[in-house]
């Protein structure tokens, strides 16, 4: 006879919320949105970016004050209440499921990628929370080609994207999914 409890925690001896990698996941990402939210709360409030700024950095890339209401590219935007508690759930949501998909990981580069997307995403998910719109402040630009302004959390995000599209490809299909 089989233990309901075991199974509420596990299928098919797969951990649903805490696995192999768990820990690490859990300080990566922690640290992400530590240093996400601490960059922003420094440029918003410390160096008063909407006041100072743009700053240029390099002859490409200048430091500006955008609040993004919508997801990546500003897509989605949200101009209502609703809207942006909406995308917060939706945040929220998602990020349940990449903490479930990293409870059950076994590869540590799987690991660290989704630990970097859920750092981003959560640090955007503080900001839409207390801000109504996420913190954007970095704007590449070459000639007359212009970046959209992103953050450091959308940093995090593309990193941990673009390494599950690595393990992906490195192993084979479905690679990491497993």
Same mark, same amino acid.
């Given at each position: =006879?089989?233990?309901?409890?075991?199974?509420?925690?596990?299928?098919? +001896? /797969?951990?649903?919320?805490?696995?192999?990698?768990?820990?690490?996941? #859990?300080?990566?990402?922690?640290? +992400?949105?530590?240093?996400?939210?601490?960059?922003?709360?420094?440029? %918003?409030?410390?160096?008063?970016?909407?006041?100072? +700024?743009? &700053? @240029?950095?390099?002859?490409?890339?200048?430091?500006?004050?955008?609040?993004?209401?919508?997801?990546?590219?500003?897509? #989605? @935007?949200?101009?209502?209440?609703?809207?942006?508690?909406?995308?917060?759930?939706?945040?929220?949501? &998602?990020?349940?499921?990449?903490?479930?998909?990293?409870?059950?990981?076994?590869?540590?580069?799987?690991?660290?990628?989704?630990?970097?997307?859920?750092?981003?995403?959560?640090?955007?998910?503080?900001?839409? =929370?207390?801000?109504?719109?996420?913190?954007?402040?970095?704007? #590449?630009? %070459?000639?007359?080609?212009?970046?959209? &302004?992103?953050?450091?959390?959308? %940093?995090?995000? %593309?990193?941990?994207?673009?390494?599950?599209?690595?393990?992906?490809? /490195?192993?084979?299909?479905?690679?990491?999914?497993?």
């Amino acid at each position: =006879m089989s233990d309901p409890d075991q199974h509420a925690s596990t299928q098919a +001896g /797969r951990p649903l919320f805490w696995g192999r990698y768990s820990a690490l996941v #859990f300080l990566i990402a922690l640290a +992400g949105v530590i240093l996400d939210q601490v960059t922003k709360l420094w440029l %918003v409030y410390g160096f008063k970016l909407a006041v100072n +700024g743009p &700053v @240029e950095l390099l002859p490409v890339l200048d430091l500006v004050l955008v609040w993004n209401r919508g997801i990546s590219y500003g897509l #989605f @935007e949200q101009n209502s209440d609703l809207g942006r508690w909406l995308l917060v759930v939706l945040t929220g949501a &998602v990020t349940i499921g990449l903490w479930i998909w990293s409870a059950r990981c076994q590869s540590r580069l799987v690991a660290l990628a989704l630990a970097l997307v859920i750092g981003g995403a959560i640090g955007n998910g503080i900001d839409r =929370m207390a801000f109504g719109a996420v913190v954007d402040f970095v704007h #590449f630009h %070459v000639g007359t080609f212009s970046w959209y &302004v992103f953050n450091l959390a959308d %940093v995090w995000i %593309v990193a941990g994207v673009a390494g599950l599209l690595y393990d992906s490809f /490195r192993n084979g299909p479905n690679s990491a999914a497993k």
